[in-house]
């Protein structure tokens, strides 16, 4: 698995960070959030920090030619206030009985900006 190409979401630190997922199939595929951070995967639940949306389904999504029907889903990752440590390759991965395919994208925080000046008096 590799990031879509030059797919990069950037957010500043404590802000939210939504990334986007969506898949067409029959039968209707279902989604899985995994991450990439220092050469390790680990897969992705909902829990205090990241709320996996419930999956927004679509049933009769026509095909672009007009033939046939295609079952979608959509199933965003939200992080609620991301820190450094939440930056790293995303994949949302769509499976059903037929196959599977996953599309990844490089999440990059920005740490905060802290402006200071120092007041100057003229004598």
């Known amino acids: 698995m590799s990031p879509q190409d030059g797919l990069v ?8 960070a939504i990334l986007e997922c969506s898949a067409v199939g029959i039968p209707r595929p279902t989604i899985r959030w995994l ?9 992705l639940s909902t829990n205090g920090f990241v709320t ?11 095909l ?3 033939r046939g029907l295609v079952l ?6 939200v992080i609620n206030e991301t ?4 930056s790293g390759t995303y994949y949302c991965e769509a499976m059903n009985d037929p196959g599977r395919d996953s599309q ?18 003229s004598r």
Do not use: K, W
């Open 64 to 66: 672009s030619s007009g």
């Open 9 to 16: 979401i950037r957010v500043s630190q404590y802000d939210a």
């Open 72 to 77: 979608a889903v959509n199933s965003p990752l």
């Open 104 to 121: 990844g994208m490089e999440l990059e925080i920005h740490g905060e900006c802290d402006f200071s000046y120092e007041d100057t008096v």
């Open 52 to 62: 996996i949306l419930e999956p927004v389904q679509f049933d009769n999504y026509p």
């Open 35 to 43: 991450v990439s951070r220092n050469g390790q995967n680990s897969t």
């Open 83 to 86: 820190l450094d440590a939440d």
